[in-house]
């Protein structure tokens, strides 16, 4: 039996790292959870992709960080925007998550502003109270993005 990896969560039917995305993979059936992990600048790990938080919360919308703004090379390609190792989670915490490509996934983006920035640590809780809920353990894959 292949055993089913929901990528980013159900990152085809709701925005991506949400706790939304997660639990929709899970409630199709996937057996594994994969997380991407990059760091606040607290020290916490919050779930996104990219540290460009850019295209994945409403952040530009946000003016009170208007001056956080700012160009950052990663992996050598410079990249301007918004960087979670910028923010609190605090701060992180005020951002809603939207689509990060509404013109291939329209549907997603009537999602948008639903879910916060999932924190690591309430990736774990979720997955151990939906392990007992649904009486299988929920595997998570994690992967830390830019870890230098």
């Not at 939304?20 to 057996?31: I, K, P, R, V």
């Not at 502003?113 to 392990?131: M, S, T, Y």
Request: glycine content about 8%; overall charge negative.
């Amino acid at each position: 039996m292949p055993t089913v990896v929901a990528h980013r969560g159900a990152s085809g039917y709701r925005p991506e790292h949400t706790l939304g995305a997660y639990q929709f993979a899970l409630d199709m059936g996937a057996h594994v959870i994969e997380q991407d992990l990059v760091p606040t600048k607290d020290g916490h790990l919050v779930c996104r992709h990219e540290n460009d938080i850019t295209g994945t919360t409403d952040v530009a919308a946000h003016p009170e960080f208007a001056d956080r703004k700012t160009t950052k090379t990663v992996d050598g390609t410079k990249l301007t925007g918004w960087f979670t190792e910028d923010f609190t989670l605090t701060e992180l915490k005020t951002l809603r998550a939207t689509e990060r490509i509404p013109g291939t996934r329209r549907q997603n983006t009537l999602y948008d502003g639903r879910w916060e920035v999932p924190i690591f640590a309430d990736v774990l809780e979720w997955a151990e109270r939906e392990g007992r809920r649904c009486g299988r353990r929920v595997w998570l894959h994690v992967e830390t993005k830019h870890p230098t």
